[in-house]
């Protein structure tokens, strides 16, 4: 009986190298036409399609860290989308000062 437990957990990191090989090629991240920083919050009023633009937010500094002295949970939020709009093919890069980057419906 410990033989068998012993081939099966043996086998299991075979089982998962197999299933990362598939997840992987689901994580192949688009390359972006271009990249833009903003500092602001931006607000979308028309349905958009970004052209898998990369946009990276650099708002209030460390606001996606976890552990922030005096933290209230008030940040600003990269975009703000209108009731109704829609936003399409845009990657949301990640800040080198920490901020969140966030989409938020009106």
């Known amino acids: 009986m410990l033989n068998i437990f012993i081939l099966i957990i043996s086998s ?16 192949n991240f688009p390359t972006p036409t271009s990249t833009e920083t903003i ?18 937010f650099n708002g209030k500094p460390n606001t996606c860290r976890p552990v922030i002295p005096g933290w209230t949970n008030n940040w600003d939020h990269a ?8 936003i399409s093919n845009l990657i949301m ?4 000062i920490g901020t969140s980057s966030d989409i ?3």
Do not use: H, Y
């Open 12 to 27: 299991i990191p075979l089982l998962s190298l197999a299933l990362n090989q598939e997840g992987a090629k689901f994580c």
């Open 39 to 56: 500092n602001t919050t931006m607000r979308i009023v028309k349905d958009t399609d970004f052209g898998m633009q990369r946009i990276i």
């Open 79 to 86: 975009i703000i989308v209108e009731n109704g709009i829609t």
């Open 93 to 96: 890069g990640e800040s080198p």
């Open 104 to 106: 938020i419906c009106k």
